[in-house]
């Protein structure tokens, strides 16, 4: 499983912060990744980003599809940025 960072993201970084094993990036360019991202690959689902995060932005995965059905393409949307690119800040 994995945590999912989803639409209602400021980008304000919090997250990114505490994250322990750091797969939480800034989405770039912004025009065309608005929010932060989660690598599903590498996410150990501690939960230690949720409480961080000021508008409530980030779920298990599994959570996200039951509480936020409307927002569930945010699942793929966070494991493309990693699978596809841009990914990890070079
Ligand atoms: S759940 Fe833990 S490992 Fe996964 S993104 Fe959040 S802080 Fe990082
Ligand atoms: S803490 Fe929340 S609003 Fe801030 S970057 Fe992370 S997901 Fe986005």
Redesign the pocket.
Known sequence: MTHV?FD?????????EVCPVEC?V?GEPEEEWP??YIDPDTCIDCGA?VP???????RPEEDLKIEFPQYVAAIELNAEYFRSGPGYPK
């Open positions: 960072i209602l993201c400021i980008r304000d970084g919090a997250c990114a939480i800034p929010w932060f980003c961080e995060c000021p508008v409530d932005a980030i």
